[in-house]
């Protein structure tokens, strides 16, 4: 599997990638919205895009559908409940079906509503595990909730699925928060030593050749993944002296969830 970060420098700092099959030159585009950028990149390198997929439906993601299939006629897909959303999907996807590219590509989808309700992550079957995390889960953040999600179930899909895969697994999200993510958790717990070293590496950094993170650090660096640590829960007392003396896992993820809307 090969992948293609893109970086398309807008004012959202979307990332949109490109994964191709080695052996046949075919691709899958995920959330193409520059879409000159998409196909600049997949001529660059000899490769046919033949899917795209939209992780969700904002117009930041699926901008480029309409461009990407005029040019290639690539076939769009989607969550299985999108098509209302999302024009022209060809496919709808659910939990546990593959998204084959090529002969050595298999992508999985995997259902993680909270940005939206309508949210698909997909999980490489490859020897080198990756996630394609669209806006659930950031380097060092979480989604926001403010456009058609829900709080509760963003958590329940960071805890039930992706903070149980394999350590190993890279993370590529759909924009380029790092730098400041990295920054509200220090905010909240000031001696993440993780999160402290990382800072000075992405500050300022070229999000083109940027930092790509894997699940063990997350788990180191991201707040949201952190949801038991003794200093996480002290300062969040700080900011909501009614938590309670030992909070469940679930409010500690909504209480950041909101101070990370206003910070």
Not at 41 to 50: C, L, Q, S, V
Not at 141 to 150: I, K, P, Q, V
Request: charge should be negative; glycine fraction near 8%.
């Amino acid at each position: 599997m090969i992948v293609e970060r893109i970086w398309t420098g807008n004012a959202y700092r979307n990332y949109n990638y490109l994964v191709a099959c080695p052996e046949t030159g075919e691709a899958l585009a995920i959330d193409p919205l520059d879409h000159g950028k998409c196909l600049a990149a997949a001529k660059h390198n000899g490769w046919r895009i033949t899917q795209i997929l939209n992780t969700h439906e904002h117009p930041d993601h699926t901008g480029g559908n309409a461009a990407v299939v005029a040019a290639t006629g690539a076939k769009l897909i989607a969550h299985h409940r999108a098509g209302s959303r999302i024009a022209g999907v060809d496919r709808g996807v659910k939990a546990g079906d593959v998204i084959k590219v090529g002969k050595t590509v298999e992508l999985e989808c995997l259902d993680t509503p909270g940005h939206t309700m309508c949210h698909i992550c997909l999980r490489s079957h490859t020897e080198q595990p990756a996630l394609f995390s669209g806006d659930t889960l950031f380097n060092a953040g979480a989604g926001n909730c403010h456009n058609g999600g829900n709080a509760e179930d963003l958590y329940t899909s960071f805890v039930d699925q992706l903070a149980k895969l394999p350590d190993d697994t890279l993370v590529y999200p759909g924009h380029d928060y790092i730098e400041n993510n990295l920054r509200f958790t220090l905010a909240r717990e000031a001696d993440n030593e993780a999160a402290r070293e990382m800072l000075p590496e992405v500050s300022g950094h070229d999000p083109a050749t940027g930092r790509v993170t894997t699940m063990a650090e997350e788990k180191r660096i991201n707040t949201f993944l952190r949801l038991s640590s003794p200093g996480v829960i002290a300062g969040l007392r700080e900011a909501f002296p009614d938590l309670p003396e030992q909070p469940d896992a679930k409010t500690v993820f909504v209480k950041l969830r909101e101070l990370r809307n206003t910070w």
